[in-house]
């Protein structure tokens, strides 16, 4: 007589499937480390999130305590500590409620063991974790084997908590961060993708000379088979900040994992400037968050992991440059990158700066370019696309929410003009360029703006000269060793 084993014929839905939508997150590592936030730090974060949802319009649907709220490296705490309850004196009711006020869910860094020696430990830890997401309506665990691996006879134990936290929170996301799991691996949402952290300058570096510290970033390849139930780890907002967007849009719009877009670290350290392009890269994702489950890998001709997403209709296309000069892509639009065919393809970039490239012809190529150690975003669409825009220049969209005047910028290199254009579907009451109005733009008509400054004589992005080499002191050794010693180099711990 064979008895089948139940657990393994048991079908269990881990929290998201393939074709689940991806859902925006922050974790807050190295904002803290191991010793863990506070609640008046906490707020302080999430009053930044308020702020970029009434100012852009940007929800985040995921803030997630990393290291230290409870458990830590190779410890396991609780809620009802006098270490949680000294940080946290209100509990964590404050943090929900804020979180819940922007339509943001709360998440947690742990281990997944925790369970003691004992029927009444493992009892508390089970009711502990539960609570979570009976209270407060958890969204994520991301358990790490930093805190400790799970013990083969705490498995049971487990997958027990698990199903009871899902019974509260069904879409609970379960990170699995390097562990052994056996019966409990089925109740995880998603593997480590190769095992490693994107901590830039430290775990994240770059392999080759570049302008900036992300081209090992920009360079990482695609998960197995565009899996979407993996964790890249997302983006780290930490040490040298610069071309994180270039960074976050391979990991929303070309990746595009069940957690995206998904930064960690200090985003508030980004220049003012930025803010808006952050929001902007968060509410086109959502935007097109629907479509972007489903992906394709474009041939070679396409550069470095070119992907397409999206629809029959509509299509995100990203691409990457990791050499030192401009390279232009052929992008056919057909079925090559997905598109079926319409009367009309409309065909814009969203990044590096925003462009309506034009309108073609179905199975017509349009030439891309792209810039030196940069990504792009492109759409391809046979719809009509609703998003503001300029025709004739390139601009950045800084303000799009319902009820507040949209703000986009003009761009231009000093010394040169530009003819432009508001395209017809666009209804607006008034038009300003530079507290100006300007009614021909009402009414359809071109305007022509001018930048000012002297006209580039040579290309911005050149050789600047040659380097002579010097000679080689004596005590290089000593110098090079002082030189190390002397150097801070904490990635903004």
């Known amino acids: ?214 081209a090992g970033a920009l360079g990482r390849g695609l998960v197995p088979d565009l899996k979407r139930l993996t964790e890249d780890h997302g983006v780290c907002i930490s040490s040298c900040i610069d071309y994180w967007e270039d960074d976050l849009i391979l990991q929303a719009f070309n990746r595009s994992l069940i957690l995206a877009p998904e930064i960690y670290g200090n985003p508030w350290l980004m220049r003012d400037d930025e803010f808006h392009k952050l929001a902007r890269i968060y509410n086109l994702h959502r935007k097109y968050a629907s479509i972007l489950v489903d992906g394709m890998v474009l041939p070679d001709s396409y550069g470095q992991y070119p992907v397409s997403r999206g629809d029959r209709n509509t299509r995100l296309v990203t691409l990457r440059n990791l050499t030192w000069k401009d390279v232009s892509y052929s992008v056919n639009l057909n079925m090559e990158i997905g598109l079926d065919k319409g009367k009309n393809v409309e065909v814009r970039q969203y990044h590096p700066t925003e462009r309506i490239l034009g309108t073609f012809d179905y199975n017509d190529k349009v030439e891309v370019s792209v810039p030196p150690f940069r990504s792009v975003l492109l759409l391809v669409t046979t719809k009509k696309c609703d998003e503001p825009a300029v025709e004739g220049i390139d601009y950045y969209v800084t303000r799009n929410v319902p009820g507040k005047p949209v703000e986009i910028d003009l761009l231009g290199l000093p010394g040169t003009q530009n003819e432009i254009k508001l395209p017809s579907y666009i209804k607006a009451k008034r038009v300003l360029i530079d507290a100006q109005e300007v009614p021909e733009l009402l009414k359809g008509k071109s305007y022509n703006i001018s930048f000012e400054g002297e006209t580039l004589s040579k290309d911005h992005h050149r050789k600047l000269g040659v380097l002579k080499a010097a000679s080689i002191p004596s005590d290089v050794n000593a110098l090079y060793e002082a030189t190390v010693f002397a150097a801070d180099n904490n990635a903004l711990e």
């Open 1 to 214: 007589c064979i008895i089948p084993d139940i657990n393994s014929q048991e079908k269990v839905f881990p929290g998201a499937d393939e074709r689940t939508p991806s859902r925006s997150q922050y974790f807050s590592w190295i904002n803290n480390t191991n010793e863990g936030t506070t609640e008046e730090q906490t707020l302080i974060n999430l009053d930044f999130f308020k702020w970029l949802q009434d100012e852009y319009g940007m929800i985040l649907d995921i803030y997630a305590f990393d290291a230290g709220l409870t458990d830590g490296k190779n410890f396991y705490g609780s809620i009802h500590s006098d270490r949680f309850k000294k940080k946290f004196p209100q509990g964590l009711d404050n943090v929900y409620n804020r979180a819940k006020e922007m339509h943001t869910r709360l998440g947690l860094w742990g281990g997944p063991d925790g369970f003691g020696d004992t029927e009444e430990e493992t009892k508390a830890r089970k009711e502990e974790i539960i609570s979570l997401c009976r209270d407060y309506e958890w969204s994520l665990f991301k358990f790490d084997a930093v805190c400790g691996q799970l013990r083969a006879d705490k498995e049971d134990d487990f997958i027990d908590m698990m199903k009871q936290c899902r019974i509260y929170s069904p879409d609970l996301i379960l990170l699995n961060h390097r562990l052994a799991l056996d019966k409990g691996k089925p109740y995880a949402t998603t593997f480590l993708w190769e095992g490693n952290e994107t901590y830039i300058d430290v775990f994240s570096h770059n392999t080759v000379t570049a302008p900036h510290n992300r």
